[in-house]
């Protein structure tokens, strides 16, 4: 934490100012001999929505792994808010507050929307057998708690009509919807989106743009990995772009792209 | 005591001479295919029943090996070309695949226990009198089976290394899609790949039933824990490896097997299998379920 | 008492026992996605434990059974030990076979299991009597009444079936509760349900240790019936028939899998006694065998959803009571 700790090298990807709300500093990722993330490091402040971009194979994907859990980090430090979560499993770190979507849909395909936003809500007494035996009044009470929060979520993303759909009954673009309203379950503090606007039908990209920056505006930060340029210039305050598991350039989307090396990344 | 130990780790030897050539077909088959085959040890029952079959007609016991390979060869090539591929139509995800041949595992167990009258038979081929160096006391056919081992494990790295086909196999095991782009005829080379790890797999049932004396209807089932350990051991898809990984479990085996334990021989090979996986997941389990069926 | 209430009753018993298994499978493998290739063993960990405590002290080398342990426990304590014993050597089996690897690796490993424990169990006379087994075993709750299991099959099974009954609603309830429904989002995706905040090795492992308690009071009910077990009682392939039944009935449905059971293990395994024989004895029972191998491989191509499929839990049931009406009305 601090301003030393932001002073780590490469310097350009944190913000001034704030204070990171979610941290990653020379973080690596090896698969056999392949390092497929070298070395980054880059910060997310509240409200904010970084983008992370760059050609395939660059190891967008790996680095989101890197810092949701599901990918081990082979050196370096993510840090969330003053926690350092390394080390942790995923589900540790989904309950401190990071968040994820999948770049292949995840929705649980067998359950109901509504049960897919559940089954993420902070306080799924679910998630203890204990709790559920043993407090079963307490349970109920959460549960009711719960279930409310989820139909505010499906009324806020206008998905109420879905709520008894079978995650598997549901079209590309409602796919992507469920995971970002599922993580919003559990006020995240860092959201990591991978993908999010794969399949998501074109005229509703924009009111997807909208609702990701006003989720924005409630003080979390967002780390997103995208394809359409179109959409990362819509939706990002600022861009990082990876090329060869590195980052090769950092700041304003119209300053990135102008940046030659970027440009050379993308033609190779 | 060192005495029986030396013995121990000579019929470990003998013992890693059969794991091994059953693990080698496996490994082939496994590292390709990306099909966990439980039905490899019914395979194996079917070759060993074949050389029984040729020796109850008074043939000589090297026509019952070589067909016991080809029997376990051609049921391997109908049970990967006929039903896996008919499975595989149907868009069967590689677990589902696992879960037939379990199925498949059942159905010829049984099949033959119903034409074997679920008796345990006889086999006893090609023994000659034992031969003493010491503690170690070795029957000629013992030698013949680890000779043997030899022969495939350099006949099958040859094939490998160095023929058309084997490259074609090794590329295709790592990237089934790039090697089909690139005009592998991939399908010829899964089918060389189920006649070549079958063909492993019934040798490894006739050898280890001239082995045990004996055949019954559990034979493969019962070898099927070792063969699987050794080749995930082993490094999947890797012949060296799986034939090291045969060579400790066979030794481990017969070694606790010597200690009077037989009854937990089996346990102390599986034991070192599931010690590495404790210890490091990742270098025994380093593929993830993003692989892909090839049939 | 004529032989036809004699095995009227003990097919109810049989069900029971079965049921008991469909259901810790089902809670495994329908709704957590666990495949336990091995659960046979489990319930013979029951049924052993269960024999050893019934037993008395075991006479030793020489003797006609001999067994480790051995001791005269009062009911309820033989159920009890029996029920304990499949939920530890589940925790055991499942502490190094459920570790995050693929899951055919998994799969394959509680199948080894089950393949290896049957060798060792064969071979090692000293533990329960080798491939003969252990025979004789007494019904510790009958006899406070004066009454023995084979000689009242109808008292019997009241008891199994009640049994049956508690573990049924108890499972039920469980795997509608939060938990359950906990169990299903790991069964359809275990990274989501990991970076959604569940605990999936927790979750895997209750459900394995769960599942293996009700195996072991399973074997624990059964041996207690047929007083006596051997390693001719649990080859890996009586997993199967389970699974089948599953598959039949309607994976992650409950009715249906009792369904399943009432098809499979007691009408399709049991019919076959009632034809002509055929060929030498035991040939029935080996193309039984291949019939469910068949079964089985059928159920894997066209993958029924069974005969009562699982039910979909409408936010409406879900919230009833819990939202007001309005915005439900609106949504469903």
């Given at each position: 934490?601090?301003?030393?700790?932001?002073?780590?090298?490469?310097?350009?990807?944190?913000?001034?100012?704030?204070?990171?709300?979610?941290?990653?500093?020379?973080?690596?990722?090896?698969?056999?001999?392949?390092?497929?993330?070298?070395?980054?490091?880059?910060?997310?402040?509240?409200?904010?929505?970084?983008?992370?971009?760059?050609?395939?194979?660059?190891?967008?994907?790996?680095?989101?792994?890197?810092?949701?859990?599901?990918?081990?980090?082979?050196?370096?430090?993510?840090?969330?808010?003053?926690?350092?979560?390394?080390r942790m499993m995923p589900h540790q770190r989904a309950r401190l507050g990071l968040m994820r979507t999948f770049q292949t849909t995840s929705e649980f395909s067998r359950m109901t929307v509504f049960e897919n936003l559940v089954t993420s809500a902070e306080g799924n007494s679910g998630a203890s057998l204990a709790a559920v035996v043993l407090h079963p009044h307490r349970t109920a009470v959460r549960e009711r708690e719960v279930a409310e929060r989820a139909w505010s979520v499906l009324?806020?993303?206008?998905?109420?009509?879905?709520?008894?759909?079978?995650?598997?009954?549901?079209?590309?673009?409602?796919?992507?919807?469920?995971?970002?309203?599922?993580?919003?379950?559990?006020?995240?503090?860092?959201?990591?989106?991978?993908?999010?606007?794969?399949?998501?039908?074109?005229?509703?990209?924009?009111?997807?743009?909208?609702?990701?920056?006003?989720?924005?505006?409630?003080?979390?930060g967002i780390l997103i990995v995208e394809h359409a340029l179109e959409v990362v210039h819509r939706l990002c305050d600022r861009v990082v772009v990876m090329a060869f598991g590195k980052v090769i350039a950092a700041g304003a989307f119209e300053e990135v792209v102008k940046d030659p090396q970027v440009q050379s990344a993308y033609l190779s | 005591m060192s005495g029986q130990l030396i013995a121990s780790i000579a019929d470990g030897v003998v013992l890693a001479a059969i794991l091994a050539v059953a693990a080698m077909g496996f490994t082939l088959q496994f590292s390709l295919t990306n099909v966990l085959n439980l039905s490899f040890g019914s395979v194996m029952t079917v070759g060993a029943f074949v050389a029984y079959l040729i020796a109850v007609v008074h043939l000589t016991p090297w026509l019952g090996i070589a067909l016991g390979g080809v029997a376990g060869a051609v049921t391997t090539v109908v049970l990967g070309r006929g039903v896996l591929r008919l499975y595989a139509r149907r868009r069967t995800q590689l677990f589902e695949m696992m879960m037939v041949t379990l199925g498949l595992s059942l159905i010829i167990d049984y099949t033959v226990q119903a034409i074997s009258h679920n008796n345990i038979y006889g086999y006893s081929v090609l023994q000659g009198s034992a031969l003493e160096m010491g503690p170690i006391r070795v029957t000629p056919v013992q030698v013949g089976i680890v000779i043997l081992a030899l022969v495939v494990l350099l006949a099958t790295w040859g094939a490998l290394k160095f023929t058309r086909m084997g490259k074609a196999l090794r590329a295709t095991a790592v990237e089934p899609g790039l090697a089909r782009a690139c005009g592998i005829p991939t399908g010829r080379v899964v089918l060389v790949t189920w006649v070549a790890s079958g063909f492993l797999c019934g040798l490894a049932g006739v050898v280890f039933v001239i082995s045990t004396q004996s055949v019954d209807y559990t034979t493969g089932e019962g070898f099927l824990p070792l063969v699987i350990a050794a080749a995930i051991l082993g490094g999947v898809g890797n012949l060296w490896g799986a034939v090291g990984a045969s060579l400790v479990m066979g030794i481990v085996t017969e070694v606790v097997a010597g200690l009077g334990q037989g009854g937990y021989s089996t346990v102390a090979g599986f034991a070192i299998l599931v010690v590495v996986l404790l210890l490091r997941p990742g270098a025994v389990f380093g593929g993830s379920e993003d692989r892909q069926l090839v049939l | 008492m004529s032989a036809w209430s004699f095995y009227i009753g003990t097919l109810l018993i049989y069900f029971a026992v079965d049921a008991l298994s469909a259901i810790s499978l089902n809670l495994q493998f329908g709704y957590a996605g666990v495949v336990n290739f091995g659960y046979i063993v489990f319930q013979a960990a029951g049924a052993y434990a269960a024999a050893v405590v019934v037993l008395g002290k075991s006479a030793g080398p020489g003797s006609f059974q001999q067994y480790v342990f051995g001791a005269h426990l009062p009911f309820p304590l033989d159920l009890v030990v029996a029920t304990l014993a499949g939920a530890l050597l589940s925790l055991a089996v499942g502490l190094f076979s459920l570790r995050?690897?693929?899951?055919?690796?998994?799969?394959?490993?509680?199948?080894?299991?089950?393949?290896?424990?049957?060798?060792?169990?064969?071979?090692?006379?000293?533990?329960?009597?080798?491939?003969?087994?252990?025979?004789?075993?007494?019904?510790?709750?009958?006899?406070i009444f004066g009454l023995s299991a084979p000689a009242s099959p109808w008292v019997y099974a009241a008891w199994a079936v009640g049994i049956t009954i508690v573990v049924y609603v108890g499972v039920v309830w469980l795997s509608r509760s939060p938990w359950g429904r906990s169990l299903r989002a790991m069964r359809d995706h275990e990274d989501a349900a990991s970076a959604m905040g569940l605990n999936i090795t927790a979750l895997r492992l209750q459900v394995f240790v769960i599942g293996g308690a009700i195996a072991g009071l399973s074997g624990g009910l059964l041996v207690e019936y047929i007083g006596a077990w051997s390693p001719g009682a649990w080859g890996y392939a009586e997993t199967f028939v389970v699974f089948t039944a599953i598959f039949v009935g309607g994976v992650g449905n409950?009715?249906?899998?009792?369904?399943?059971?009432?098809?499979?293990?007691?009408?399709?395994?049991?019919?076959?006694?009632?034809?002509?024989?055929?060929?030498?004895?035991?040939?029935?029972?080996?193309?039984?065998?291949?019939a469910i191998g068949l079964a089985w491989m059928l159920c894997l191509l066209f993958r029924p959803r069974g005969i009562i499929p699982e039910r979909r839990a409408r936010a409406r049931r879900l919230a009833a009571t819990v939202l007001e009406p309005s915005p439900i009305k609106e949504g469903a």
């Open positions: 934490m601090g301003p030393e700790a932001s002073a780590a090298t490469p310097p350009f990807p944190m913000p001034a100012g704030s204070a990171p709300i979610l941290e990653v500093s020379e973080v690596a990722v090896g698969y056999g001999g392949v390092r497929a993330v070298d070395g980054v490091s880059l910060g997310i402040s509240p409200g904010e929505v970084l983008g992370v971009i760059g050609p395939n194979g660059a190891g967008k994907s790996s680095l989101l792994g890197a810092i949701g859990g599901q990918v081990r980090a082979s050196r370096g430090r993510v840090q969330l808010g003053d926690r350092d979560v390394t009324e806020r993303f206008e998905m109420t009509h879905t709520a008894d759909l079978y995650g598997r009954e549901l079209s590309g673009g409602q796919r992507r919807l469920v995971e970002i309203m599922r993580c919003l379950m559990r006020e995240p503090r860092v959201l990591l989106l991978d993908e999010p606007m794969v399949g998501v039908a074109p005229h509703l990209t924009g009111k997807l743009i909208d609702d990701l920056r006003g989720v924005a505006r409630e003080g979390l | - | 995050r690897m693929r899951r055919d690796y998994q799969a394959a490993m509680l199948l080894i299991v089950s393949l290896i424990a049957l060798q060792v169990v064969s071979a090692d006379v000293p533990l329960f009597n080798g491939a003969n087994g252990l025979t004789g075993v007494g019904w510790p709750l009958g006899q409950y009715k249906g899998v009792l369904l399943g059971t009432l098809l499979v293990p007691i009408i399709f395994l049991e019919l076959p006694r009632f034809l002509p024989s055929i060929g030498y004895p035991g040939l029935t029972d080996s193309l039984q065998w291949v």
